[in-house]
């Protein structure tokens, strides 16, 4: 286009992913400062209570974009919006939360043209009409959060760093785990995790409330050289934090998580585990540790996540999305 795409981000003034205080900054990083980077791109925001109108958006904005297609994020009232030709397009967040949420009702209440999401595709049309558009975008790193840390070969290397939300193990929660899955979600969702913690060499201390106990992520991560990121049914934003904080990455990368579409190569920037090999990978690394080919993965690992899923590249790509619906 000769001209920049004029987008407006409605969102809830309350929205927890953009207050400046949460733990996770990973949204408000994308939303509130990469987007304002992108040069093909003038963004204009509009935080509201409950409802906003959007008729005074006529004939000012190419694109409507929503934080998400939940009302944590969006107004429940968007006054004029079945009237407005304007395209919507949305971020969205746990495809399996769909039913939850009435998501699909959504889709019709507030015409979203065009999803988005770090999630694989093939997971986001197991919960989602096919029909819908999707766009899988890579996404999650502010660079400069990731600069100045530990050298490699300083940090902790006889131990495996393993971080996030783990299941509990005791029978009774494993008992309520076969009866409904969303008793003990970070078990399901989080399987592999939960199993390294049954280890004696992987160090983790787990999250106090809504944060970690040490200090930003980023400087936690780079304590160690090597570090485990994963999820049962689709990557999530450590399968980027972890390799851009330079730690040699166990990622778990199956047919069940979709996770090759990330681009990560097995023993060349990445090191691939499963439920069946991941103890094997580790002993491999611990045995030899100081092995210079681990620090040589770990730095590719660093720069092809900086290359592929920094938010300025995630704004591009979204950016171009927007693109395709303006004639």
Known sequence: MDRKISAALIYKNNYN??????FDQTTNDFF???????????????????????KKLNGKYDIILLANNRF??????????????????????????????????????????AYWSLQPKEYFFKHYPKNFRFKEILWGIEPTKFENLKPYNERIYEKILNSGNVGRSSIKSKIGQIISKDINSAAYFYKLRT????????????????SYINENYSEYLSKYQAAIATGTFYPVIKFFEIPSAG??????????????????????????????????????YLSDPKNNKWSEIANA?????????SNDKGVESLVDLMEEFIK
Do not use: W
């Open 32 to 54: 509130m400062k990469a987007l304002n980077r992108n040069e093909r791109l003038q963004i204009s925001y509009f935080p509201c209570e409950n409802e906003f109108d959007v």
């Open 195 to 210: 199993m390294c913690n049954n280890l004696s060499y992987i160090d983790y201390s787990g999250m106090k409330g809504d």
């Open 247 to 284: 730690c040699l990455t166990f990622m778990e990368i199956t047919e069940k998580n979709h996770g090759q579409y990330l681009g990560f190569k097995d023993n060349e920037n990445a090191i691939f585990i499963n439920e069946k090999n991941y103890q094997r990978k580790f002993e491999e």
């Open 17 to 22: 992913f953009f207050n400046k205080n949460h």
């Open 301 to 309: 690992g660093r720069e092809y996540t900086l290359k592929v899923a």
């Open 72 to 113: 944590d994020a969006t107004p429940e009232i968007l006054h004029g919006i079945r009237d407005s030709t304007i395209p919507v397009i949305t971020k969205t967040g746990d495809p399996h939360h769909a039913e939850k949420y009435n998501q699909i009702e959504l889709h019709e209440k507030f015409k979203i043209d």
